[in-house]
């Protein structure tokens, strides 16, 4: 058995290959029929049928289960058969009278007659079988009448007449026993199927015994003689409710025994999954000898069945339907089991499971159909009745079973004008109607029509196609349009059946193809001046018909060494149908075996300077660097070399050197079109080549390709500079990879690709810079304590820096971030303030503030006053009189005669180091730093200064884990001036002892002076007279009037 195979893909997808565009399954002139009664279901089921007693005639044979009863009292609806002539005609169908007459122990009404038809057409005169499984049997016990649904066939002669005296025919069909009720065969719907061999007549009965099914077998002499001595064989009651058995039957030999008939059975329902049993005759029973299980709850496994030696081993195979088998992930709906004979035994396991598109009802009906290719190998069909419109999948058989594809998809949209609906519902086949040699198919469908689809003949073909000269010297050929090159084709054929009395002309298309596949073709045909030629031969069989054509050879020819290829395309030409009332004829229209191989090639060769064996074989070697644009090559790091990248690099070079010399046990013949690929990434963009040598041409597309020479001879060698612009080159840019490939016509089979690799270290050009390096500002005013401030103000004057920072190119993005670290001198030596930061201010960056961990910026929490700087009092006034700043007590001045520097490196401040990260910076970015000069430090500890230098620093870094991205580090210097305000002094505290001495010395003095002015009379009083002219004078005083006076009045 071949081994177990299962189809995955859903065979919707085989109708875009080749297989399905047909094979010899003709759908063009179908024989199409309908049904009298719209929606009697004309086509239920189908059979094809060969009369020859009286006329001999093929008929196609129709159930309709619903037709209309013919003229019968108190019947509305029998169902019915039909037999149709093979003719054009739409309409020309005949209806079998079958049910003629009913009496009160039965009831036809709604029998669905028509269910099963069968016709024993294996046998000479066979008969035609027809069943309704809904036929009912009146029971009566006492005054009550009971129903039993039991069925009902009927066997029919060969012109389907009923004749009594022969006994398939005058035998009763009614197998069930009416007496009993469903528990035993009260409703066993006996015709559901059924079918007739030489001696038997088989019918399933599906509701036996609870829906457990049977198989009704009656056996009858084939002596006609002896022919009503019969034998009536089943199953019984296996205790297997509800299984269906008997849904589908089948009778053949080769199954199980190479003599004696197997009675096989499909039963959908058995344990949910469905079986198939496979049972012998037994003396008075059917034997059950091997059970298949299905293989999915619901597939209804089992819903058809056909049998059929697929491999011609003799042994008949075996095709089980399982409708409603699906997968929803792989849209799949429906499944055909396929199980291989292994000498009269099967595996449970299928050979091969079919499988169809979601809800099609893939497999709701196989058959076997014969060897419709006469390829020596059976075929069957499977019908797909739910898919769009219906269709027939069409499956040859061969040596080795049946292929994954079926060689032909039919489609109900196209098989006549109006199309199909539930096309491939029944499928009947194995019989020639049109006396081809060749079995046609019958397919039903639901729609009230019925369509015969011929085959048409196969045809092998023969051919003969030869090319001379085998070998072409250029030298020898003559000039202009004269033949060189001679093509000849001879066809003959023969008919796959291998009738020799087929004598149609056929009419050959050939097609000649010269230097396939090339651009500029070598040769040329003489009679069209282009390199294919197409031509018709007609040809009786068996006679060869040949053709010659010649060809010139193009000048001159480049390439030598490949040679030139011919490929001849054969099919048949068909002719365009005619319309026409009678049947076509198909032999007027055969195909070519799908078999056979349409196309041949054959080619020549040139003649080349390559030794005896007209072979040449090279050995082209190459090496390749990567330099500079000094052609000094990078240094290396391993195996690859190492760019140090700037933006100042605009090219590199790749130095290449190829040589055809000899080596050890290697030859060096010509290379003939030695081509070099070079293929390069996006970040280099081809510029140009130089090279000393001749002939040798570059361009560029996806790849860089260069011409070496055509040939390259042996013992040469080629030096090549090929310039590459560094445009790409960008912050991601890691490595750049050249591969470069040597190819040539010659024969060397160690051209294997060599790759140049160059790491990239790129470095960033950045500018640094600080806008105000140097800021001077100054101290003053009163010792001021941490807990007394409010604002910043209260600090000291502001300082304030600008660091600029750039980059050269394109921003860094996510590959890292360029950072500020700074050296801040915050405190002295003795630990009080010295630079206190207020606020750092960046911008050009998604952040709008840098707040370093610690609490470093405002550590206090001050309220921020407005930028700006504190001025000597004066030059407030002057600018705004009515601002009074806090004033210092003015002193006399101290001299001041020493500067001092504060700086964190000189161990003469304290310095805090922290890091403003620029995240999402551009191209350019600022960062702005405020602080504040503590006041109070300078008061107290530097009082007597002439000048404060306070100084810090900050570095510019790149901060990244891209280990090829590098910067070298920039630090900047900004020192703060901090000078005294000039006179200014901090009041001097006299001693308390010098203040009491000056005041008992002041009382004294003052005792000395008014005793000196007693003693001179100071103290002594004037005379009255002295007194009154002193009056008399101050009477003479007038009073002035005053400014405002003299202005306003009159004096």
């Given at each position: 058995m071949a081994p177990s195979l299962y189809l995955h893909g859903a065979l919707a997808v085989f109708c875009v290959t080749l297989t399905c565009n047909g094979f010899n399954i003709d759908s063009r002139f179908p024989v199409i029929k309908e049904g009298k009664t719209k929606g009697s279901f004309f086509g239920f089921a189908v059979a094809l049928h060969k009369q020859t007693e009286g006329s001999t005639k093929y008929l196609l044979l129709s159930g309709a289960p619903k037709e209309k009863a013919l003229a019968l009292r108190n019947v509305n609806e029998t169902g019915a058969i039909y037999s149709c002539p093979v003719t054009t005609e739409l309409n020309d169908c005949e209806r079998m009278d079958l049910v003629s007459s009913t009496d009160s122990s039965e009831m036809v009404e709604g029998m669905w007659l028509g269910v099963t038809v069968a016709s024993q057409r294996d046998l000479p005169g066979g008969r035609v079988l027809a069943c309704g499984h809904r036929y009912v049997k009146v029971v009566r016990g006492g005054a009550e009448e009971q129903l039993r649904m039991v069925g009902k066939c009927y066997v029919r002669g060969n012109d389907l007449t009923f004749d009594p005296n022969d006994e398939w025919q005058d035998h009763s069909y009614e197998v069930c026993n009416p007496n009993f009720d469903m528990e035993l065969e009260g409703l066993c719907n006996m015709g559901i199927s059924g079918g007739m061999t030489d001696t038997d007549v088989y019918i399933g009965s599906v509701g036996s015994y609870v829906w457990q099914g049977n198989v009704h077998v009656t056996w009858r002499d084939p002596d006609p003689g002896n022919a009503w001595d019969s034998i009536d064989k089943?199953?019984?009651?296996?205790?297997?409710?509800?299984?269906?058995?008997?849904?589908?039957?089948?009778?053949?030999?080769?199954?199980?025994?190479?003599?004696?008939?197997?009675?096989?059975?499909?039963?959908?329902?058995?344990?949910?999954?469905?079986?198939?049993?496979?049972?012998?005759?037994?003396?008075?029973?059917?034997?059950?000898?091997?059970?298949?299980?299905?293989?999915?709850?619901?597939?209804?496994?089992?819903?058809?069945?056909?049998?059929?030696?697929?491999?011609n081993d003799n042994w008949n195979d075996l095709i089980v339907g399982a409708p409603f088998y699906f997968d929803r992930q792989k849209e799949e709906g429906g499944a055909v089991y396929v199980f291989m004979n292994e000498n009269g035994s099967f595996q449970k396991t299928p050979s091969m499971v079919l499988k169809g598109p979601t809800a099609s009802g893939f497999g709701f009906a196989v058959a076997a159909i014969g060897d419709v290719n006469q390829d020596g190998f059976q075929d069957f069909a499977v019908g797909a009745p739910f898919h769009e419109t219906g269709n027939v999948y069409i499956w040859m058989g061969s040596k080795k079973g049946i292929s994954e594809e079926p060689s032909q998809v039919i489609e109900g949209k196209s098989v006549g004008s109006g199309g199909f609906q539930t096309f491939g519902y029944s499928i009947s086949g194995g019989m020639d109607m049109d006396e081809n040699s060749y079995p046609d198919l019958l397919v039903g469908s639901l729609d009230d029509r019925i369509a015969l689809l011929r085959a048409r003949p196969v045809i092998h073909l023969s051919k003969n196609f030869t090319v001379l000269p085998e070998i072409?010297?250029?030298?020898?050929?003559?000039?202009?349009?004269?033949?060189?090159?001679?093509?000849?084709?001879?066809?003959?054929?023969?008919?796959?059946?291998?009738?020799?009395?087929?004598?149609?002309?056929?009419?050959?298309?050939?097609?000649?193809?010269?230097?396939?596949?090339?651009?500029?073709?070598?040769?040329?045909?003489?009679?069209?001046?282009?390199?294919?030629?197409?031509?018709?031969?007609?040809?009786?069989?068996?006679?060869?018909?040949?053709?010659?054509?010649?060809?010139?050879?193009?000048?001159?020819?480049?390439?030598?060494?490949?040679?030139?290829?011919?490929?001849l395309n054969v099919s048949l030409d068909e002719q365009k149908p005619k319309v026409r009332k009678a049947l076509q004829n198909l032999d007027s229209y055969p195909v070519l075996s799908h078999k056979q191989k349409v196309t041949e090639r054959k080619e020549i060769n040139f003649q080349k300077e390559c030794g005896s064996d007209n072979r040449c074989t090279s050995n082209l070697q190459l090496t390749a660097v990567f330099a500079n644009e000094l052609l000094k090559p990078y240094p290396s790091q391993g195996k690859r070399q190492l760019l140090q990248y700037s933006s100042n690099v605009k090219k590199v070079v790749l130095l290449v050197e190829i040589t055809n010399v000899p080596g050890p046990g290697k030859v060096a013949e010509d290379a003939h079109q030695a081509m070099l690929n070079i293929s390069t990434p996006s970040t280099l963009r081809y510029s140009g080549v130089r090279s000393h040598d001749t002939g040798v041409e570059c361009r560029a597309g996806e790849t860089v390709m260069c011409e070496l020479g055509n040939p390259l001879r042996s013992n040469e060698k080629v030096s090549l500079q090929l310039i590459f612009e560094t445009t790409g080159i960008n912050l991601q840019t890691r490595e750049i990879e050249s591969q470069l490939l040597l190819s040539t016509l010659s024969e060397q089979n160690d051209l294997y690709p060599v790759s140049v690799a160059l790491l990239i270290e790129t470095s960033i050009q950045t500018s640094f810079s600080i806008e105000n390096p140097l800021v001077q500002t100054y101290f003053s005013g009163e010792v001021m304590g941490e807990s007394a401030m409010n604002t910043t103000s209260d600090v000291g004057s502001l300082v304030e820096y600008t660091f600029k920072v750039s980059v050269e190119g394109e921003p860094l993005g996510a590959l890292g971030i360029l950072a500020v670290e700074f050296e801040w001198p915050f405190e002295v030596t003795s630990g009080k303030w010295l630079l206190y930061l207020t606020e750092i201010v960046t911008k050009g960056t998604t952040e709008t503030h840098c707040v370093p961990p610690g609490d470093i910026v405002n550590l206090l929490n001050l309220t921020l006053s407005k930028n700006r700087s504190k001025r000597p009092k004066?030059?407030?006034?002057?600018?705004?009189?009515?601002?009074?700043?806090?004033?210092?007590?003015?002193?006399?001045?101290?001299?001041?005669?020493?500067?001092?520097?504060?700086?964190?490196?000189?161990?003469?401040?304290?310095?805090?180091?922290?890091?403003?990260?620029?995240?999402?910076?551009?191209?350019?970015?600022?960062?702005?730093?405020?602080?504040?000069?503590?006041?109070?430090?300078?008061?107290?500890?530097?009082?007597?200064?002439?000048?404060?230098?306070?100084?810090?620093?900050?570095?510019?870094?790149?901060?990244?884990?891209?280990?090829?991205?590098?910067?070298?580090?920039?630090?900047?210097?900004?020192?703060?001036?901090?000078?005294?305000?000039?006179?200014?002094?901090?009041?001097?505290?006299?001693?308390?002892?010098?203040?009491?001495?000056?005041?008992?010395?002041?009382?004294?003095?003052?005792?000395?002076?008014?005793?000196?002015?007693?003693?001179?009379?100071?103290?002594?009083?004037?005379?009255?007279?002295?007194?009154?002219?002193?009056?008399?004078?101050?009477?003479?005083?007038?009073?002035?009037?005053?400014?405002?006076?003299?202005?306003?009045?009159?004096?």
């Open positions: 089943d199953f019984g009651q296996l205790n297997r409710r509800y299984g269906y058995m008997g849904y589908s039957v089948n009778e053949d030999k080769k199954l199980l025994s190479q003599d004696y008939f197997t009675v096989v059975t499909g039963s959908p329902r058995d344990e949910s999954k469905g079986s198939v049993m496979l049972a012998k005759k037994g003396n008075t029973a059917l034997v059950t000898k091997f059970i298949i299980p299905g293989e999915q709850v619901g597939s209804y496994f089992g819903n058809s069945l056909a049998v059929t030696d697929l491999n072409v010297d250029p030298n020898l050929c003559p000039r202009g349009n004269k033949s060189c090159v001679t093509v000849t084709v001879c066809f003959s054929y023969t008919l796959s059946n291998g009738n020799k009395d087929f004598k149609k002309n056929i009419m050959v298309k050939y097609t000649v193809e010269a230097d396939m596949h090339r651009r500029s073709p070598r040769v040329l045909f003489l009679v069209n001046k282009l390199a294919t030629y197409t031509g018709l031969l007609t040809m009786p069989s068996p006679k060869t018909e040949c053709q010659v054509l010649e060809l010139r050879l193009e000048d001159p020819v480049r390439d030598k060494l490949e040679p030139v290829v011919f490929s004066r030059a407030v006034e002057g600018e705004h009189p009515h601002i009074i700043e806090p004033q210092a007590v003015l002193t006399v001045l101290t001299p001041r005669k020493e500067t001092y520097l504060l700086d964190c490196s000189k161990w003469t401040a304290r310095c805090v180091t922290f890091t403003c990260p620029l995240i999402n910076m551009s191209t350019s970015a600022k960062i702005i730093v405020r602080s504040r000069v503590w006041n109070s430090t300078m008061l107290e500890d530097y009082k007597n200064a002439l000048r404060i230098k306070v100084r810090g620093q900050a570095t510019l870094k790149l901060v990244t884990d891209n280990p090829t991205i590098k910067m070298e580090n920039e630090t900047r210097e900004f020192i703060v001036d901090i000078d005294p305000v000039l006179g200014v002094e901090t009041p001097y505290e006299v001693p308390l002892w010098i203040i009491i001495v000056a005041v008992v010395a002041g009382i004294l003095l003052l005792g000395v002076i008014s005793i000196i002015l007693w003693k001179c009379g100071f103290f002594r009083r004037a005379s009255r007279r002295e007194m009154y002219e002193a009056k008399g004078q101050k009477a003479e005083m007038k009073s002035q009037p005053s400014e405002t006076e003299r202005l306003t009045e009159d004096y």
